[in-house]
């Protein structure tokens, strides 16, 4: 028993414990995100980005150079298709985020106790601040670029030429990744330094490789695509997104989350997090006024200035330092400052279990609820895009190729990535397939969804009341259907309708198809006068629902519809 205890106290089964958690952080994520869909720049890539060329692979995306996951995407796609790609995808995002933690780990236990080192390596296998990375499959992305970065740390700490060589492939890769690979470079360039004289000079190649090719490749977009982010006069911003950043970063790993009146979460409060920087900043400084400042925190410490100072150089009013896009890197490069401080005195084992009760309970149980919510919201708003995805496919023997399905959804246009016409898209659907919901899985979806696919198919089908003074002259063949206000009436495609007001006031006519309620307006007919509804024929049998509003009395004239189809 003795036995087991010091070795329980010397962390000989943090790695285990570590595996563990992470086969538990595999199924959990794949999990949590089962409902979910292309999400946020996914869907950019589908539209702008899908095939394979030098321009897609080398434009920036937001200043980042992309073209590693940009070849999984397209290998993805490729493979399995628009509509089945997205769980080979979210399995290498999942893969990604195994990885980082278990580098992490394999860094940090050679400069802290094991078990401190599993303490954020865990953590950050369900960072709920960091949702975009963890709760979504474009982590991948950035995620891989931290994977990589990681990597290359870990081989430099083998001193080998082999791990060397390994390093700069690895550093290299994340470049290729995404530009949260630059502060690695930083960390590898400073390791490689404490070397010491000659080796530090000889084995500069392993971070200045990478970083001159990221250096011309930044030239030629910034020369060749303009409208770069970056502001160089952002630099007075760097100390407060330091502390900002820093401060939401502590906070997150301390599971310090707002909760709404219906007790869920909808926001991390930060502020708790500046006392705590503070206290760190004042602990750096002490030590480094001491003269006991480990050199190898030098590495951390360098990358988390670096770091912050990219980030500054970006805030804008929609990219601020607290941003949850930020906060994964952000942590990863505090542990990598904060661990080579702490003392390596092993609290007794008593002292383990009250830390572990006490990260289960304050750190991981908020997290893992917050990125169980944000994965339900992730799954709302991809359902939103596939619904009205779904109505450009239910209307392609319409819809105009340049058809804008935005402009049909003003209200949802936030949290929508629609294609920017129907064209591209419906012909990248004939190659790739589909990634839209199938009709019954509109019809099974929240109502949010379903509205949205009744306004894109309306806008696509170029649904609207057309108004004359007399417009209707076929009234007493097909037959007077009287209408009280308010009342609705189903129609099935394809049919004319006339619409004929019975008294003075103006008419509002709306409609729904797959939607609870009938919102979608097809416009007013002004008093004394009358107006037609062409409803053509699409890929759906469902019926129409029309609603009228405004007047006392409205008769509709329903005419059947020549049914021949017309090409987009």
Same mark, same amino acid.
């Given at each position: ?8 106290? &010397? ?105 401190? &080192? ?67 470079? $930083?960390?590898?360039? $400073?390791?490689? &330094? ?24 930044? $030239? ?6 303009? *409208? ?7 630099? &007075? ?37 500046? =006392?705590?920087? *503070? ?98 919201? $992730? ?8 619904? *009205? ?10 819809? =105009?190729? *340049? ?71 076929? /009234? ?16 099935? =495609? ?6 004929? =007001? ?10 729904? /198809? ?49 049914? /021949?189809?017309?090409?987009?």
């Amino acid at each position: 028993m003795e036995r087991l205890k010091a070795e329980l106290e &010397a962390g000989r089964y943090a790695l285990p414990a570590l595996l563990v958690a992470m086969a538990f952080a595999a199924v959990y994520l794949i999990w949590v995100t089962r409902g979910a869909g292309f999400y946020l720049d996914e869907w950019n890539f589908i539209n702008d980005r899908l095939e394979l060329s030098a321009d897609s692979l080398l434009r920036p995306y937001v200043d980042n150079l992309i073209a590693i996951p940009l070849l999984v995407y397209e290998a993805a796609f490729k493979t399995f298709g628009l509509g089945g790609a997205h769980l080979p995808i979210r399995v290498v995002w999942a893969g990604c985020v195994l990885a980082c933690s278990l580098l992490l780990f394999l860094y940090l236990r050679r400069r802290t106790l094991a078990w401190v &080192a599993f303490i954020p390596s865990c953590l950050l296998l369900a960072f709920g601040a960091a949702w975009t990375d963890q709760a979504t499959s474009v982590g991948l992305v950035r995620l891989s670029s931290v994977a990589a970065g990681l990597g290359s740390l870990v081989a430099l700490d083998r001193r080998t030429p082999r791990a060397d060589l390994f390093a700069a492939v690895l550093l290299m890769t994340a470049i290729l990744s995404h530009s949260a690979a630059l502060p690695f470079v $930083v960390g590898a360039a $400073v390791t490689v &330094a404490l070397r010491g004289k000659p080796e530090g000079w000889r084995s500069a190649w392993i971070w200045a490789t990478p970083l001159v090719i990221y250096l011309i490749w930044a $030239v030629w977009g910034r020369i060749s695509h303009p *409208g770069s982010p970056i502001d160089v006069a952002n630099l &007075a911003k760097a100390p407060q997104a330091l502390v900002d950043g820093n401060a939401t970063v502590l906070a997150g790993a301390a599971g310090r989350y707002l909760t709404n009146d219906a007790g869920r979460i909808y926001k991390l409060d930060h502020d708790p997090g500046f =006392p705590l920087v *503070g206290l760190l900043a004042a602990w750096i400084a002490f030590l480094a006024i001491r003269r006991r400042f480990p050199r190898e925190a030098l590495v951390g410490l360098s990358m988390l200035l670096s770091y912050w100072l990219l980030v500054a150089l970006v805030i804008s009013p929609v990219r601020q330092p607290t941003s949850d896009r930020y906060l994964y890197v952000g942590a990863v490069l505090l542990a990598i400052t904060v661990a080579p401080l702490i003392p390596r005195r092993s609290p007794p084992l008593l002292g383990w279990a009250a830390i572990a009760v006490a990260l289960v309970v304050f750190s991981l149980a908020p997290n893992i609820r917050a990125l169980s919510q944000a994965a339900e919201n $992730v799954e709302e708003a991809t359902d939103e895009t596939r619904a *009205g995805l779904a109505a450009i496919e239910l209307a392609r023997d319409r819809v =105009p190729k *340049g058809f804008k399905a935005d402009n049909a959804v003003p209200e949802f246009e936030g949290g929508l990535y629609l294609p920017r016409s129907a064209g591209p898209y419906l012909a990248a659907v004939d190659h790739h397939g589909s990634p839209a919901l199938s009709e019954k899985e509109l019809i099974e979806r929240d109502d949010e969804a379903r509205r949205v696919a009744d306004a894109v198919l309306a806008g696509a089908l170029n649904l609207h009341l057309a108004t004359k003074r007399h417009a209707f002259t076929g /009234r007493s063949r097909c037959g007077p259907h009287p209408t009280e206000a308010g009342g609705s009436v189903q129609v099935a =495609p394809p049919v004319r309708i006339g619409l004929v =007001p019975m008294t003075a006031a103006g008419t509002e006519v709306t409609a729904a /198809r797959f939607a609870d309620n009938a919102d979608v307006s097809l416009g007013r007919i002004p008093s004394g006068r009358e107006a037609t509804l062409a409803i053509p024929r699409d890929r759906s049998t469902w019926p129409w629902r029309l609603q009228v509003t405004g007047a006392t009395r409205v008769t509709l004239c329903r005419q059947q519809a020549p049914s /021949r189809r017309g090409g987009r």
